[in-house]
């Protein structure tokens, strides 16, 4: 088997509105052809035209090369061989950043090959699957009214949510107010459903300990990104100050990135997402160092239903998986571009049993918001 063709397809929604944290509003879709006709799709989480062009690029010396010119003609099941290559390829300009992101892309297209190959689901493909089915949480940016948080958390629990995240927008502006906030949504959730706040890299240590406080007494599962994910010595202070599982990881590529974020910053979940990290194949040796740490993974996943479907395979097929993220985003990109909807059911998504990662593109989706 060979590969004949690596594309990458730049899709945006008209309206896009770059002042929000929502990466629901483009994305780069990677597409990667075969001799025997068979094709795998990635996605890749990043700014989508930066992404294009280290895949794009003409080679330029043995360690400065575009990613699709080290593809073409090579054998799509030698996953971990192209891995390396492509990261040798990209040494001057990626190991992180958007090099790693297009190998990302790229890596969860060829695991796609390599299940559809295979006939069997990418989580068997990975190693093997754990669970069936996996707790989805809803995750929405922080409305900036009480009045739409509660709305909002309220609608979650009657589409069956048993956990819901919000994140970003006005957190951190007031204090009182946040606490309002958690409060109100905590009133309208009742005690058994999972509540996470995702910080947005809002605070200084200080006001991340004050609000840790305040989300202890709401019985908030995890706080996300509350410190600037390069403040490494003020996390680890913050995780050994709160009972609060401290969660982070969605901005960092490569395992090593992720064995600081435990061992220098004390943090208790680690959510790579898949379409930045390194892909499937990074993302497992991420787990399972974190496994060897005993620690959790959540993977980040605010993208459209490619990303979904591989970050569902991926939590079934580790041991400390148990959890996916479901953007609650009405973006047509994250609502339409896969036809087949992933099976969610009383709060749980049903991991896919079908060859590959399980989808179908909506050619028609693509056509319509295809800017390249
Ligand atoms: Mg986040």
Redesign the pocket.
Known sequence: MKITEVESVYLRIPDLDAERCDGTQDTLMIRIHTDEGIFGYGEVDSVPLVAKACIDAPPSHSIATGLRSLLIGENPLEIDRLWDKMYRGTIYFGRGGPAMHAMSGIDMALWDIAGKKAGRPVSEMLGGTYRSKLKAYASSLMPDTIEEAVRLAGQFVEEGYKAM?F??GPIGRDEKFDEQQVRAIRETVGADIDIMI?G?LVWDLKGALRMAEVYEKYGVFWL??PLHPENLADYKELSRRTTLRVA?G?QESGVTAFRRLIEEGGHDIV?PDLGRCGGLTEGKRIAYMAHERHKLVVP?A?KTGILVAASTHFAASIPNGFMIEHTASTSPLARELVSEKITFKDGYVHVPDRPGLGITVDEAVVEKYRVN
């Open positions: 995240k994140g970003w995702d947005g996300e990104e982070g969605e959510q980040h605010f």
